[in-house]
Nanobody, 117 residues
């Protein structure tokens, strides 16, 4: 059974940094994309950043220049370095993995990030 375990969330002051990590447990292959999404209080879940198996990255405009997504293919892990955090970055952050053969999507349980002003 595949499980995604996120870590690294917490409370930080505006301007600070956090590094989120997502580790995949269980056997999984043919991952084509790994990413981070977030759900601010009272809002819908939204894209933060994704990275493909080829290393191509995509960022939400709101985090460009402040966040960097990386992956460790050997460990099936994905990380999100967040700098210059703002109060509007406060949200539950979710890790997501897309695979093929067979096609499937997996979500983590979420990790809370709170940025105080």
């Amino acid at each position: 059974q595949v499980q995604l375990v996120e870590s690294g969330g917490g409370l930080v002051q505006a301007g600070g940094s956090l590094r989120l990590s997502c580790a995949v447990s269980g056997r999984i292959s043919s991952i084509i994309r790994m990413g981070w999404y977030r759900q601010p209080p009272g809002k819908q879940r939204e894209l933060v950043a994704t990275i493909t198996s080829a290393g191509s990255t995509n960022y939400a405009d709101s985090v460009k220049g402040r966040c960097t997504i990386t992956r460790d293919s050997t460990k099936n892990a994905v990380h999100l370095q967040m700098n210059s955090l703002k109060p509007e970055d406060t949200a539950v952050y979710y890790c997501k993995i897309d695979r093929i053969f067979p096609t499937a999507t997996y979500w983590g349980q979420g990790t809370q990030v709170t940025v105080s002003s």
